[in-house]
């Protein structure tokens, strides 16, 4: 075996420990929007998908009748600077929306 390919082998990392690693860096937390009586359910879905670019339009009225049913709904799960970065939109939207750990 030649140095080089003994140096690949030896320091390949596996997709697990790389998730693991990230996660103890970066904790998930939920982005939750809340209920209201305020807002019309097209202005919800609306606001989510302008808020959380990733979010398509069935995935933010699931979202938004979850909200309407239950009284709150999970947005997204992401590293919490992204998690404030996104409630911060939503409220920007007169959304109510919280964050909190996974």
Request: net charge negative; with cysteine; charged share 25%.
């Amino acid at each position: 075996m030649s140095k080089d390919q003994w140096t690949v082998t030896r320091f390949q990392v596996r997709p697990e420990e790389v998730v693991l690693d990230r996660t103890k860096l970066l904790p998930p937390y939920k982005v939750i929007v809340h209920n209201d009586d305020y807002n019309e359910m097209n202005y919800v879905i609306f606001a989510l998908v302008h808020a959380v670019n990733t979010l398509t339009v069935p995935e933010a009225e699931r979202i938004m009748l979850t909200a309407h049913l239950t009284g709150q709904a999970i947005v997204v799960v992401c590293p919490r600077e992204v998690a404030e970065y996104y409630q911060e939109r939503l409220l920007s939207y007169n959304l109510t929306a919280t964050i909190e750990p996974e």
